[in-house]
């Protein structure tokens, strides 16, 4: 049996008619750039979250980075952010000029550890940066009123947690801004890349849209980052369906919990009260973790180490001198971490056969 980590040709295949007659509609109507569908897009993934405003933009890269831009985030600042995350949220900070100062993990949510921010806060420091990793939203609350405190912006990447919630709260409500990439493996995904900015602040969402369209008519800085019309309509489709789809994953992760209960060499995801996990991976830490991945590949079970190696101990960080000892809790899920298939479309026999895999690979 193959069982691919995600798979989007099945998920296109029940959305055909939809998506075909949308994308012809763009491709007759001849509007590339902007117009209605943008915009009805925009409104409708806004609602949809729960926040006032959604400025789309080309990327879930640039949605940061024009987000730090627009904060006035600049060379001589702090950013503090997670030590487990994908490189942009490491290196859109380092594109604004600034220096990111890095916060080891909780050990059960795999997020920024609120109780860590503190002792890293100089008067360089302007923003933190938390990154709702894997679909679990990072702890907001507390690291809102730590932003309070010491007068922070807070920039929420939730390139992996659309939808997700934590204590009734949503990405976008509490930080300044947050940002979203609609790469296509992300639980709303594009036929190409595309992101966005959400925020409540209505002068916020002006400023980015304006950096994010060269600027303000030659007198402010800016750049071309925009989301295409084609990949708007496409987007629209998939909202009709993201909800549908973050369900399924749900249950899927209910069955991979208690089928892999008695494993005893890994951990499942933990489930936190009162939050919504969304399950954009589905992320276990394990015993022998390179020799079970190649054990499953060899079995036609695709996994994938998100992520192998912690932004500080990154090559092009080296002249920060961190270490590994400096991130203890990043640095041991760094080697344990293995994402397991997870997609809709995923099949309880599919599932089934992943961890009977991972059952004979340990006996
Ligand atoms: C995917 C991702 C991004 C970047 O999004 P792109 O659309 O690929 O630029 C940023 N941060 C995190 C945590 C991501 O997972």
Request: hydrophobic share 35%; with cysteine.
């Amino acid at each position: 049996m193959q069982v691919p980590l995600i798979d989007l040709k099945s998920q296109y295949s029940q959305i055909k008619p939809e998506i075909n007659q949308a994308v012809q509609e763009v491709l007759s109507g001849g509007n590339f750039i902007g117009g209605s569908v943008v915009k009805e897009f925009e409104s409708g993934f806004a609602k949809q979250s729960n926040v006032k405003h959604c400025v789309s933009v080309g990327n879930g890269t640039d949605a940061l980075y024009i987000a730090l831009e627009t904060l006035g985030i600049k060379e001589g600042d702090e950013v503090i952010t997670t030590a487990t995350s994908w490189i942009s949220t490491a290196f859109t900070i380092s594109q604004t000029g600034a220096t990111p100062v890095f916060v080891d993990i909780e050990p059960n949510t795999y997020t920024i550890d609120p109780s860590l921010i503190e002792a890293k806060i100089t008067n360089r420091t302007k923003a933190i940066i938390p990154v709702h990793l894997y679909g679990q939203m990072a702890d907001m609350k507390d690291i809102k009123s730590i932003c309070d405190r010491h007068n922070l912006y807070c920039i929420e990447d939730a390139a992996q947690a659309h939808f997700s919630v934590k204590d009734d709260v949503t990405p976008g409500q509490l930080g300044d801004v947050a940002a979203f990439s609609f790469y296509p493996t992300k639980n709303l995904g594009a036929y190409g890349d595309a992101g966005c900015i959400v925020t409540n602040d209505e002068v916020l969402a002006e400023k980015c849209r304006s950096f994010s369209t060269y600027g303000d008519k030659g007198n402010s800085f800016g750049i071309n980052s925009r989301l295409d019309t084609i990949q708007a309509a496409i987007l629209q489709v998939k909202l009709k369906h993201v909800d549908e789809w973050i369900e399924k994953r749900i249950g899927h992760a209910r069955l991979y919990d208690k089928l892999l209960k008695e494993v005893v060499q890994l951990v499942s995801p933990s489930v936190i009260e009162n939050s919504r996990h969304t399950y954009y991976t589905y992320s276990i830490r394990c015993e022998d973790r390179d020799d079970l991945q190649a054990y499953l590949k060899a079995k036609g079970v695709t996994t994938a180490v998100h992520y192998a190696t912690i932004l500080p101990l990154l090559s092009t960080y080296e002249s920060l001198n961190y270490a590994s000892v400096d991130f203890p809790v990043a640095y041991k899920h760094q080697q344990e971490t293995l994402s397991l298939p997870m997609y809709a479309e995923l099949t309880v026999v599919q599932i089934e056969y992943v961890v009977n895999c991972i059952r004979d690979f340990y006996n």
